[in-house]
C-alpha cells in the first residue's frame, strides 16, 4: 500500500513537470518561436556631417551578426516579421578635459544612431529610438591611430542596446 502511494505520488509529480514549460534563454532573447521566424535588418546609412568611410559597415555587419548568433532568426531581404532599420546621425569628437598648459587632454568619440523597429506581429512593441555611445582617448594620440578600435566599441555598445530594445525585452 505504501508502494502504491509512492509510485502514484511520483507519477503525479511526472504529469505535473510535463504540463510546464519553461523558455529561458542564455542570450538574453526572449522570442516566441512560433511566433517571429523571420528578421529583417535594412542597411544603415552613414548621415553624419563627419564621415569616416568604413563605420556604416562595420555597424551593418555587427547588427546582422548579433541577431545570427544569439537568435534563430532566419534573415530576409524584406517583408520580415521583424524589421529594424535606421541611419548614423552622429558622429562627433569633442575636448573632454583640459590640461595645465590649457591644451585639451582627453577627447570624447561620440556615436549616436536612429533606430526603427517594427514588430510585424505585435504593434504595441513597436519603437523609434536614438542609441548612443561613446569612448574617450589621451588627446596626444592621433584619430587616425585610435578610430577603429573606438569605433567597434561603440558599435557594440549600441548593437547590444538595439538587440536589447528589440528582442530581449529588457
Known sequence: MKNIKIVLSLLA????????SFKYRL?????DYNLIKTI??????????????????????TLS?????????????????????GEITSYDQTNKSIS????????????????KYRNNKNHNE????TFT???????????????????QQMIDDIVDQIFNASVANW
Open 27 to 31: 542570450n538574453g532573447a526572449s522570442i
Open 65 to 85: 551578426d548579433i541577431y545570427n548568433r544569439q537568435t534563430k532568426l532566419r534573415q530576409v531581404k524584406r517583408d520580415g516579421d521583424l524589421v529594424i532599420s
Open 133 to 151: 555611445a561613446s569612448r574617450e582617448y589621451d588627446a596626444s594620440q592621433q584619430l587616425s591611430a585610435v578610430q577603429e578600435e573606438l569605433v
Open 40 to 61: 529583417t535588418i535594412e542597411s544603415f546609412t552613414n548621415r553624419a556631417s563627419y564621415q569616416w568611410a568604413p563605420m556604416a559597415p562595420m555597424f551593418n555587419e
Open 126 to 129: 513597436d519603437f523609434d529610438k
Open 13 to 20: 509529480m511526472v504529469l505535473i513537470a510535463a504540463g510546464c
Open 100 to 115: 595645465a598648459d590649457g591644451y585639451s587632454s582627453m577627447v570624447q568619440l561620440k556615436m549616436t544612431v536612429s533606430v
